[in-house]
């Protein structure tokens, strides 16, 4: 029978202070009660632990004995809880989240500066891609947490914010006061990513919708490189205000949103399913959500 956790410490208290009246108040327990519990502990060892003396009580042979071990076991059980504890407030552990490709240069500094402030022991892993590869990787669980487009994200995923589309040329492409309709928009020559990524996908039901081809310039995949073909004036292209933001600021590119209703999508977080998150996921999915909010009150996007 395995010994009780509760009898040791007591019987380790007594040994050490020498006495039942001094372990009793230490311990808050009555000493009748110190006494049934240290009969019962000799009863299941089948030895006697302690000696009674007019100056208080002296551990037997076989009570020293116990007395090392249970000490040894007693300072592992607290030192376990201390560190179960400290994990508690500074959580720790790799953390993978993956981030479409467009917003991550606005999104992904911001969480991981607050990760780093708050939480230095967890080992954030930050990925970019493009919503079909992102879907894969939460599929698969080689990603956490992952923030992408709702029209690829599982259902049980949650809504974080609609982000604005905008048209985006050259610098000088736009006068300030032009306007444009989505319907214009889809007849302009347009550097688009392949049919497998989010935005190409939105802009394909669009003219659907309004019974058009898209006017389609040229296919690059990569936000960089399409950015880099539009200010070397090899056409124009289609996106959100997080992947433009910083051109926006220097003037390097031009961009004009589209005439209400415009056109806008929705990024969703997504984790995998049937698969508990662990504390640093949990902290870093409430940092990812605080910066979202934040970025919001900015104007970056709608927050949800």
Not at 153 to 164: G, I, M, Q, R, Y
Not at 210 to 227: C, D, M, P, W, Y
Not at 247 to 264: D, M, R, V, W
Request: with cysteine; aromatic share 4%.
């Amino acid at each position: 029978m395995a010994l009780d956790l509760l009898k040791m410490r007591y019987f380790t208290k007594i040994a050490e202070l020498g006495s039942f009246t001094r372990a009793s108040s230490e311990l808050g327990v009555a000493q009748p009660a110190l006494s049934l519990h240290i009969r019962g502990l000799e009863d299941q060892l089948g030895v006697q632990l302690l000696n009674r003396t007019p100056r208080g009580v002296i551990a037997t042979e076989a009570g020293r004995t116990l007395l090392s071990h249970a000490q040894a076991i007693l300072r592992a059980i607290d030192q376990a809880e201390a560190a179960t504890k400290e994990q508690a407030k500074y959580p720790t552990g790799d953390v993978s989240l993956g981030i479409l490709s467009s917003i991550c240069p606005t999104l992904s500094i911001p969480v991981i500066e607050e990760c780093s402030r708050r939480f230095p022991n967890i080992r954030l892993t930050l990925s970019e891609g493009d919503s079909q590869g992102l879907r894969a990787a939460v599929n698969t669980r080689v990603h956490d947490l992952v923030v992408t487009l709702d029209s690829v994200a599982k259902s049980t995923s949650a809504p974080l914010f609609d982000e604005v589309l905008y048209v985006v040329g050259p610098s000088g492409q736009f006068a300030p006061n032009a306007e444009l309709t989505v319907e214009q928009a889809l007849s302009l020559p347009l550097i688009l990513p392949t049919r497998r990524h989010g935005i190409r996908i939105l802009l394909e039901r669009q003219a659907l919708i309004f019974g058009r081809e898209l006017n389609i310039a040229r296919e690059i995949e990569g936000v960089a490189s399409t950015k880099a073909a539009i200010r070397a004036g090899l056409g124009l292209t289609i996106l959100g205000r997080g992947a433009i933001h910083a051109e926006q600021e220097n003037g390097t590119l031009s961009t004009i949103a589209l005439t209400p209703p415009g056109l806008t999508r929705r990024l969703v977080l997504d984790m995998p399913v049937n698969h508990p998150p662990t504390r640093a996921v949990i902290e870093v999915r409430k940092i990812l959500l605080a910066v979202v909010k934040k970025l919001g009150t900015e104007g970056h996007w709608a927050y949800l």
